[in-house]
């Protein structure tokens, strides 16, 4: 009888495993939101396209540990564009805290990469203009302000 309970308990628990695995598994590779990116610059935002060339935008939250491997990337990216693109890093900031919440490594990270500009956006509004519902979402405009990726 012992060995009924035993082989029972061992079943529930690795069922329970497996099921908790799952759920982590589909967690990690399900994107996240992203509200709908507008197909021209948002008029009514506070960036302007950059004359001449196209313009990159990178959302990120300043607490969210995988802003770093964003920046990472970000970093390697405008090294391979040799000045092509102008770029602005945009970290979100509650309205009701202090205005150095948002000042994290990952913003000093962020200002040392040549040729990006680093911004706060107060409450997310920016993000919401461009759709960007995630940590690490990216909108890229071409000269003319139209959409050339999103992601």
């Known amino acids: 009888m012992k060995n009924v ?3 029972a308990l061992t079943t529930l628990w690795l069922a329970v495993v497996v099921t908790g695995l ?3 598994v589909r967690y990690e590779l399900t994107p996240g939101v992203s509200g709908a990116v507008p197909a021209a610059w948002p008029a009514d935002s506070r960036y ?3 004359p001449g060339r196209s313009t990159l935008l990178m ?7 995988c802003s770093r491997a964003s920046l990472h990337e970000l970093e390697v990216l405008m090294h391979d564009a040799g000045g092509s693109l102008r770029t602005e890093v945009v970290f979100f900031q509650p309205g009701n805290v202090a205005a150095d919440w948002s ?3 990952s913003w000093k990270s962020a200002e040392a990469i040549p040729g990006v500009h680093v911004s706060a956006d107060i409450d997310g ?3 919401r203009r461009f759709g960007a ?3 690490g979402h990216c909108v890229l405009y ?9 992601g």
């Open 103 to 105: 000042r994290t490594d």
């Open 48 to 50: 302007r396209p950059a």
């Open 5 to 7: 309970w035993a082989i």
């Open 59 to 65: 959302f990120l939250h300043p607490r969210c540990p």
């Open 142 to 150: 071409g000269e003319s302000g139209d959409l050339l990726f999103q």
């Open 133 to 135: 519902g995630t940590s």
């Open 22 to 24: 799952g759920v982590l």
């Open 125 to 127: 509004m920016e993000a």
